[in-house]
């Protein structure tokens, strides 16, 4: 693979993209006609036809009717698009905006309204993506033709870089008063607890799949080892949380190693399929080694975590102080209550997500970070300057495990209970999608995006079972249009300094 | 650095001890024979040319030495100058660079667009900078001897970039620049590592004259200033007939001629190499000029 890069011709390659053929009617209807005899000849035994139970009895339906709306609405979206690359971008915009804001306009006079469109809020979706493909198609045009000035979201991505200065500390200090706001409830500070997990968690695979450029689908399985390691090794020995840590964040990253080293030498698309296996792998194997981790039972009874020996409990067993009695001791007068645990565990995951942030920001300035990024950008060029790919990711994957397995001894010593269900192939996709969706190697954007994604649950409630729909699609549509992630701005770890002194 | 006074010449004789020796190289695919055993030596302190038609098999022989590929067949030794000898063809890719330094350039140039042009230049000096951060722990720490080094690496960097004219886009993303600065970069970027043997494969390509002027002469000031090997492909015969000491030439992966310009300039094989197999003695002109046959 590696050598068939290596020699491309030095031609630069010849004005790609280009629209520059006349656009004929004839050949355009054309076109859309056989993408429509396609469509019809795909659809015709997939829509066409239905089995239906008439008690007992199945008998077959035709749905021509739906067929053919179906194969008609997919002949017009193909010539619309034909019609957009063909230079009628600004028209269809206009044509197909107008058309799609009329029909929510019509819905919301009239429910029922939507009826009169066929196929419903298909054809809606359709002109919507025929707008948007439009919209694409005409601003990316303007900012090419403007040379290398930058792209609308480019700009947005940097005014919120450069606010983040600012945002930063503001929203620090809002996540270190939170719990101690009047408002903060259990379930505030639950929450809070929740989307620091996948800062945490978002800041470590960052450094994989932003820095790096290594894109991991398998995360899911540090985090996991992560919690294992805390649990089996907290439980045995009779550990404490902070002596527990480190060894379970020192073993997720010798996992990581370990899984590195074979897989490490794919790249792109093999390197996430194998990665996405080890994931699953990795959860098989604690769902049947019962011994090691008690198989679909879980691990129950994990310690929690104490406040320098003293445990939060209502009623410590002899010669033992809680905390509420140290506290009432010291300080003042209080009961005790379960959010007093809460609070004390959101401290830790803040604490444990800023060092996770503070390692990142100094790493990517050192030469090992620089050299990750390189590795993202050109592999042949690093190794051409001398840099040893191989131990370079192993060290990405291995402290980007290691944080991993800190957020995963953290989510164990949280719930007292871990099992192989907690370690789905989805967690893996959400943290992915977090990193993705804020933008890689922003730090702030994986902020955002996990209050989005994760705080806003509320939000995406009311789809129900489309969540996953709803997610899926805006991960396709943010692939589309900007690759690189929404908040994605990159500033340079070092900058060239007019000469000091006397020339 | 002072210039010598000695001229360029009197010079490369007085320093002519052999760099890079290749012997029966042989690299095939599959079928086909991309280098069909090839010898040559290419001296220190000298720009040697490999020329030779498109699929000659030049950008192979760079793939070879520097770690690419391995050779089918062959023994690649590159002598140091304090007498330690290095087989390429036995050593990692990456080693070749950090170890034996040999450095390279890309026929399609290969930079860290998305990088800063300076950073582009830190990158390069990667392996001494792992080292002085003590593989990261000292860099975490914000120690001294970490930042000292990098302020050296920062200075060298100046330097180049003073060199090749791209001081005041230090700061711009490297993917930004116009093509000929791309390409100067990446000899900056190559010149970095601090390597005993650069390797620049068709760093002329789609510059326009002034800008090939420019490259001969920095080409020139590597050798003479820098006093490292240089080897060439170029397929402007401009350039190559102007600046090499010592010529090979390739064709269908096999040495057909090797000798200085002015050797190479009258020899009837590669005078028919570029021209394929007709038995015409006429060049077309515009072949006549690319190899400089006069009359
Ligand atoms: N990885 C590879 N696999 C198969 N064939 C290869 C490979 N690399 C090079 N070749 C073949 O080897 C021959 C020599 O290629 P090479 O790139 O070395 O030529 P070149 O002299 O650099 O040509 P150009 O002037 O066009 O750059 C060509 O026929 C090429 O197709
Ligand atoms: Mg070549």
């Known amino acids: 693979m590696a050598e068939a890069t290596v020699n491309t011709s030095a031609a630069p390659a010849a004005a790609t993209g280009a629209r520059a053929h006349e656009p004929s009617f004839v050949y355009l209807v054309k076109d859309a006609l056989a993408t429509g005899a396609i469509a019809l000849a795909l659809a015709f035994p997939l829509v066409g036809f239905r089995t239906v139970d008439r008690g007992s009895t199945t008998i077959i339906e035709t749905r021509f009717g739906q067929m053919f709306l179906g194969v008609a609405v997919i002949a017009l979206g193909r010539f619309a698009f034909s019609l957009i690359d063909a230079g009628y971008a600004r028209a269809i915009l206009a044509g197909s905006g107008v058309l799609s804001v009329a029909w929510l306009l019509l819905v919301a006079v009239d429910p029922g309204g939507a009826a009169i469109f066929p196929l419903g809020w298909m054809s809606w979706m359709l002109v919507v993506s025929v707008a948007l493909r439009a919209a694409y198609v005409s601003w990316g045009d303007r900012s090419e033709a403007r040379g290398d000035a930058v792209s609308p979201g480019d700009r947005v991505a940097a005014t919120v870089q450069r606010l983040a200065v600012f945002f930063g500390p503001v929203l620090l200090l809002f996540a270190i008063a939170m719990p101690l706001l009047p408002m903060a409830d259990q379930r505030w500070v639950d929450l809070g607890i929740l989307v620091l997990t996948y800062v945490m968690l978002g800041w470590g695979l960052n450094v994989v799949v932003g820095l790096a450029g290594l894109l991991d689908l398998g995360y899911v399985a540090f985090y996991a080892v992560g919690a294992y390691s805390y649990a089996i090794i907290a439980k045995t020995f009779g550990l404490n949380f902070w002596e527990a840590l480190p060894m379970a964040g020192g073993l997720a990253a010798m996992f990581g190693v370990l899984l590195g080293f074979p897989v490490l030498r794919l790249r792109g698309d093999y390197l996430a399929i194998v990665t996405l296996g080890f994931g699953e792998i990795v959860r098989v194997v604690l769902l049947n080694w019962n011994e090691l981790s008690n198989g679909p039972k879980g691990i129950g009874e994990i310690p929690r975590p104490s406040f320098f020996g003293m445990p939060f409990t209502p009623a410590p067993p002899q010669g033992v102080t809680s905390f509420h009695q140290w506290f009432s001791a010291h300080l003042w007068e209080i009961g005790f209550s379960p959010i007093q645990r809460a609070v004390y565990l959101y401290y830790i995951i803040l604490l444990l997500a800023l060092l996770t942030n503070i390692f990142t920001l100094r790493i990517r300035k050192l030469p090992i970070g620089r050299a990750w990024e390189a590795l993202r950008e050109d592999e042949i060029a690093c190794r051409a300057l001398g840099i040893n790919p191989t131990n370079t990711k192993l060290t990405a994957f291995a402290i980007g495990a290691m944080f991993g397995g800190f957020a995963g001894s953290f989510f164990a010593t949280r719930q007292g209970f871990i099992s192989p269900e907690s370690f789905n192939f989805i967690e893996s996709a959400i943290i992915l999608a977090i990193v993705v969706l804020g933008g890689m190697g922003s730090q702030i954007g994986v902020v955002i995006a996990s209050i989005v994604l994760i705080g806003g649950p509320e939000w995406f409630r009311d789809l129900e079972s489309y969540r996953m729909l709803a997610f899926g699609g805006l991960m396709v549509l943010i692939m589309i249009w900007r690759p690189q992630g929404l908040l994605a701005f990159r500033e340079p770890t070092i900058l060239l300094k007019p000469k000091a002194g006397p020339p | ?295």
């Open chain 2, 1 to 295: 650095m002072t210039a010598t006074a000695m001229t360029t010449t009197a010079m490369n004789a007085a320093a002519a001890l052999p760099l890079l020796q290749v012997d029966h190289l042989s690299m095939r695919f599959g079928g086909l024979v991309a280098v069909d055993d090839v010898s040559f030596t290419a001296m220190d302190r000298q720009i040697t040319g490999i020329i030779g038609p498109n699929g000659a098999g030049k950008t192979t022989v760079f793939n070879c030495l520097t770690g690419f590929y391995k050779p089918t067949v062959g023994r690649l030794a590159l002598s140091h100058s304090d007498g330690r000898e290095f087989l390429l063809e036995r050593m990692d890719g990456f080693r070749i660079t950090q170890h034996a330094h040999v450095a390279r350039t890309f026929q399609n140039i290969r930079l860290f667009p998305r990088m800063s042009v300076l950073e582009n230049l830190i990158v390069a000096q990667h392996n001494k900078l792992m080292r002085a951060s003590g593989y990261s722990v000292f860099g975490i720490l914000g120690l001294g001897v970490y930042r000292r080094a990098e302020q050296a690496a920062v200075e060298r960097a100046r330097y180049w970039l003073g060199r090749v004219g791209l001081t005041d886009r230090a700061n711009d993303e490297a993917g930004n620049l116009p093509y000929g600065a791309q390409r100067r970069l990446e000899i900056a970027r190559a010149m970095c590592t601090e390597p005993v043997l650069l390797c620049l494969d068709e760093p002329a390509a789609g510059l326009n004259a002034r800008e090939s002027e420019e490259l001969n002469e920095l080409l020139k000031f590597i050798r003479d200033e820098h006093k490292i090997g240089v080897l060439l492909i170029e397929h402007d015969m401009s350039v190559v007939m102007r600046i090499s000491d010592h010529i090979v030439v390739l064709d269908y992966g096999r040495k057909i001629a090797d000798g200085n310009p002015e050797k190479i300039r009258n020899d009837p094989t590669v005078i028919r190499a570029y021209l394929g197999e007709e038995e015409d003695e006429t060049l077309p002109p515009e072949v006549a000029r690319d190899l400089g046959v006069r009359g």
